[in-house]
């Protein structure tokens, strides 16, 4: 059996392994890489590492872009097998790969544009994918329950085991029959892990008898500063916000983060422990994952799943008001009274959010509270790490409101909860490649691991080709 590493290798985006037994090809996840623009182009554009038409069947462990981003341009360039996943997954995906394929169709619209106010002709810029090659990648899609093993290949035995990152992610474990050496062999492949004591979802499951193991190391060397669930923390700041007068925005992506929020604010207001503030959520991504969520009791945590059946509704309640039209969003700037606000993006890249910082950030009286980590470079982070004035749609706009951060919200295990669950995942784990990690996280966690583990920590690099 052959692993070559083809994505998310000394980086965190772009996450593609491909896996070579008993003459099949198994890619684990198609992700969209993000980096320089020119070698994200090409990269995503063109799969340098292998042909997209010689690859068997595809296994994804969750729905997040740097995951499963690039499904439709594999299909568009020839793959025909299965896409195999879990149901939470595939539902996710139909929204979020359509929505990509927009945001590419979009930003070339734009560019081709400028193009030709140039002089250009006004055709610089090609989506990597459309809509239709999105719809076409979710007819390609089988899905499957957590512990429902399902022969993928031949020789080769999946099983999804829960990964607590998102709804519907999962840990990866193939069962192979090698024929090449006659030996049995269980390969773990993590996904990302999410931290447990979550919200919403389960922890993240032990999975026994791993001989090989590929596993994340996003928050290598990186620890989170607050508990995982602390929801008298985010009710007291909410409170604390809205006692100032002004309103409360809430930058947060779409899918996990919104839902988390709309669980302990629907919690908070059945206590009584919130005024009766009126809550927005302003991202028509939201609005459609949160309709998802509702329909997924599987993956939600014994909490969740209790409240789902004695109240009906964990995401729903008289203070919330779903925003999907654009003169809906436009009338939130002239509210008479206070609010909550949150909108897409977490990062405050792109999406709704920008308007409502637009409107009010200068206003010292408002509360910008940050649920999510923010990437180096962008809006989110400058905000966060104190600038005095921000660029924000072409403008320029002084920082008034007061800026807040809570980190208990994080969908990634951090250094301690990694080497927690590799402690809990139970084999010999004689051969193990750190994936998905900065160089520096990779390197941090590598070195802890090799003082508990006695079998082999190696780091996977991009365009490698290892034998197990």
Request: aromatic share 8%; hydrophobic share 35%; net charge neutral.
């Amino acid at each position: 059996m052959k692993i070559h590493f083809c994505g998310a290798a000394e980086t965190t985006t772009g996450s593609q392994h491909l896996l070579e037994v008993n003459g099949k090809r198994i890619l684990l996840d198609c992700g969209m890489y993000q980096g320089h623009r020119e070698d994200q182009l090409r990269i995503n554009r063109e799969f340098p590492y292998f042909d997209p038409k010689s690859v068997d069947c595809v296994v994804l462990s969750h729905a997040h872009i740097d995951h499963s981003g690039n499904l439709p341009n594999l299909v568009k360039k020839g793959f025909k097998g299965f896409v195999y996943t879990t149901y939470g997954t595939r539902d996710l995906c139909s929204i979020m790969l359509a929505d990509a394929a927009r945001i590419q169709e979009s930003d070339c619209k734009f560019l081709n544009k400028m193009d030709r106010r140039k002089g250009g002709d006004g055709c610089v810029a090609q989506p990597i994918y459309t809509e239709q090659d999105a719809e076409a990648a979710m007819r390609r899609f089988l899905t499957l329950g957590y512990h429902m093993p399902i022969p993928i290949a031949d020789g080769v035995t999946l099983t999804f085991y829960d990964a607590g990152h998102i709804l519907g992610a999962a840990q990866v474990v193939l069962d192979i029959d090698d024929k090449e050496d006659g030996r049995h062999k269980r390969l773990l492949f993590s996904g990302d892990i999410g931290r447990g004591d979550n919200e919403l979802l389960r922890d993240p499951e032990a999975v026994p008898n791993v001989d090989i193991m590929l596993m994340e190391s996003t928050y290598g060397g990186r620890f989170h500063e607050a508990p995982a669930k602390d929801p008298e923390l985010f009710i007291s700041t909410i409170k604390k916000a809205m006692k100032r007068g002004g309103n409360v925005y809430i930058p947060a992506f779409a899918v996990e983060r919104t839902q988390q929020l709309l669980y302990l604010l629907n919690r908070a207001y059945r206590e009584g422990k919130l005024p009766n503030y009126q809550v927005y959520v302003d991202s028509p991504m939201a609005v459609s994952a949160t309709e998802i969520f509702r329909i997924h009791p599987e993956c939600f945590n014994q909490d969740v799943y209790n409240f789902l059946f004695n109240e009906r509704d964990p995401f729903g309640f008289e203070q919330l008001h779903m925003v999907r039209t654009v003169s809906e969003s436009q009338r939130l700037n002239n509210l008479r009274e206070q609010a909550i606000i949150i909108s897409a993006s977490g990062m405050c890249e792109a999406g709704r959010i920008l308007h409502h910082l637009k409107n009010g950030i200068s206003r010292d009286n408002n509360t910008v509270l940050f649920v999510g980590y923010c990437a180096a470079n962008t809006l989110g982070r400058r905000i966060m790490d104190g600038a005095l004035q921000v660029r924000i749609l072409g403008d320029e706009y002084p920082v008034r409101a007061k800026v807040q951060a809570l980190d208990s919200f994080s969908g990634h295990a951090d250094h301690n909860e990694l080497l927690d669950y590799f402690a809990r995942t139970g084999g010999s784990k004689s051969k193990v490649y750190l994936v998905h990690g900065e160089k520096e996280c990779t390197a941090a966690l590598k070195s802890a691991l090799e003082k508990k583990h006695s079998g082999e920590i190696h780091v996977a690099h991009l365009n490698t080709c290892i034998t197990c």
